[in-house]
């Protein structure tokens, strides 16, 4: 590989060599091609290129290629309507488990809790588990199509309790304990769960946490709910006594037990993922089994280059799209790591820990955890065994130059793919590829299979910053919204702004160079008609020592007024003035003093939600003269009481400035 530790803006800092291009995914996927008489040229351009001309082809010959066992008889690969209606391999039947689970042995899942200990599971060993509570689930009523549901966090029963209720062909969806029983409600409430799965405590920082009060109300506001099963291995807070019927999970029968997979259609309701739920009912994101599959099988191939045998770990909780993934593992035959409890508890140096003692080859992080990195003496690359890591995956938020650097200077030679995508398709629009050299501050390339551009608001393409519009359907597109039964709340979210086009809400820049995020477009700066994107600001304010973390909104006040303030968590020791001078002087050097907020306002902290982004939105209607209780649900945020605090600053800014 050629690396270059101190690359500039767009510059290369990586570069693949001709062994890891021929051993490729990639590589190997267009000689399988010319196997079946199709031949393009042998770079990733060219096959992304042919993925988006003749999608169909691309997607079918990709489930034989990943060994998809599709039932039903042959026929279209997808259905004509445009999007949202678009349905794919119509009359095919599919079970996400059953590829997940069959055929495969080894070690299926490494488990390593908070205080250090591992428990792995071989796939013999995780079939047996999931053919008992699969046997245990039918035992108490679940049929394809009720709802099972969890609030675990990131265990083993957490990824049984997936693969078993999808086994079924039920419906599953999860929750991470520290969600508020309110978020949790707003959330499970809509699905009228059949069974919950629950842990009375976990462990967090150290400490056991307990649950059972939230559990209870949780319970109360679930009137449909028949039984819940408890598990309490991983933590010493005692099992309650539930209201309704419930089962011990280490009562589960042990005899051998048999595996059965119902056959179900490919667009059939594997699970529902939540949007964020700060403002407004939680949006829930139906996926179909055959979708989900493959979109997450193509994720981990070509733009992961996870191999059978690999070790995968994704810090990520339970109620973000990424723990998905991180269980889509097993459908490569890798090896999914689950890490419970606070993941960088207590310092970022966890992270490189737990991937060396796991002989880790994919990490993916958020761009967040590679910044506080690079504020701190880390040194992983010499303080841990990082040899079997070939890949890290950035996602989350934008990597800001520094961040490159840091990776290349202080990890090794790795494939850094920074990525962009959604719980909305559970994969991702925009990504890497280990064949392609890695430009400084960018990602690499489009996603294979995804017709993605840019466009101005007039619908046009442009090659400057625009709205990201998919314009082909992929096959994990939602089905639709759970309770959306005449699909407005669907078609509002993506397709009322370019009709019959997939318009994601957020700003996108392609160049010679690779492809940009610029943050969202509903939170994106407008200050006398020039878009500015908050990653613009924050790639420069964040990588000041001086500073943590930072935040800045733009608010319409009335008719003509905008305020754009830009809070700011100053680093440990630092007088806020000096942080004030720095941004400041950073803000002019390096963009431009368009880009200097209208007041720079230090805070405690940066609110986020439970899946670590930014609540600019929220703040900004807090500005705006919107209640705190119309904005947010406080127990979809990881800090209730800072949110409340924005609110204290909201109240006080528009009073001080008459701004309401």
Partial sequence: MIIDKEAAFGEVIWTPD????????????????????????????????????????FWELFA????????????????????????????????????????????????????????????????????????????????????????????????????ATSSIGAVWSICAPEFGPGAVISRFSQLKPKVIIAAPGYVLNGKNRDCRAALAEIFAGLPDLEHVIWVSEHTDVPVPDPFVSSLKWEQLPTDAVELIYAEVDFSHPLWVLFSSGTTGKPKGIVHGHGGALLELLKMLTFHTELQPGDRYLNVASTSWVLWNALVGALGVGATAVLVDGNPTFPSVDRVWEVAAATHTAALGVSAGFIHACAKTELDPATTHDLSQLQCLQVTGSPLSVDGFRWVYSHVGDVWLASMSGGTDIVSIFVGGSSTLPVHSGFIQAPALGVRVESWDMDGDPTQGKGELVVTYPIPSMPLYFWGDENGERYHDSY?????????????????????????????TLNRNGLRLGSADIYTVVEALPEITEAMVVGAEIGAEGYYMPLFVQVAPGIEEEDARHAIISAIRLQLSPRYLPDEIIPVRGIPHTRTGKKLEVPVKRLIQGASLGEVADL????????????ASIAQQRSTALNLV
Wanted: hydrophobic share 35%; aromatic share 8%; glycine share 12%.
């Fill in 18 to 57: 001709q062994g890891t291009i021929d051993s490729s995914a990639v590589t190997q996927f267009v000689t399988y091609l010319q196997g079946h008489d199709i031949t393009i040229g042998e770079t990733y351009d060219d096959l992304w290129q042919w993925s988006v001309d003749a999608p169909e082809r």
């Fill in 64 to 163: 034989e290629f990943s060994g998809v066992r599709l039932g039903g008889p042959t026929g279209p690969v997808r259905t004509d309507e445009s999007m949202p209606h678009t349905r794919w391999f119509p009359g095919r039947t599919v079970n996400f488990a059953r590829h997940l689970l069959d055929g495969r042995s080894g070690t299926a899942l490494v488990a390593v809790s908070e205080d250090g200990q591992t428990r792995e599971t071989s796939w013999e060993g995780l079939r047996q588990e999931v053919a008992a509570l699969a046997q245990h689930l039918r035992s108490v009523g679940v049929q394809a199509g009720d709802r099972v549901v969890a609030v675990l966090p990131n265990i083993t029963e957490s990824v049984v309790g997936l693969l």
């Fill in 495 to 523: 397709f009322s702004t370019f009709p019959g086009m997939w318009r994601h809400g957020d700003i996108i820049e392609f160049s010679a160079s690779g492809i940009l995020i610029h943050g969202r477009s509903d939170s």
């Fill in 635 to 646: 127990g979809a945020v990881d800090d209730p009481g800072l949110l409340e605090e924005y």
